[in-house]
């Protein structure tokens, strides 16, 4: 398949097929279900946090696709810019561990998040690809492979029952 006007051919993905990764190679869209109160948190002494001043805000949403759901990082802006039912496609995201321990999808530096639509999206909520444990392939220690499933739901966002 050849993308129009030579473009280049952005390979998408379902969120149950996410892996942990350092690298920004996630395309993907999704309908945001719920999002937590923003926070503020002391940046660190790196001159892009210094340039937006002491603080980052931060949001965490959850989102789902037909497949999957995950939990998703909003920075600055992008907290007020998305609410429950926009459709989101993401291009370029990155899904890895925030802080050493919370395993979310996010735009990151060189990603990009856009509202496409909203409320007209086929979703399911479990399972959550960001409560899954993960480790190393003893077969290939660049891979991650599942290991566990920590909770079939979100331990953040509780089931609406």
Known sequence: AEAPCGGTIVTTVKLKDLVPAATNTVNTTFIVLDKAAPTARSSHPHAQ???????EVTCLALVADETAAAHFLLWGGECGAFEPGDIVRLTGGIFSYHRGNALVLRAGRRGRAEKVGE????????????????GRDPDDPRRMVQEAVVSPYSQVFKPPR
Do not use: H, K, Y
């Open 49 to 55: 946090a210094q340039a937006r001043g002491s603080e």
């Open 119 to 134: 409320f007209t999206m086929l979703f399911v909520e479990t399972p959550n690809m960001s409560e899954v444990q993960w």
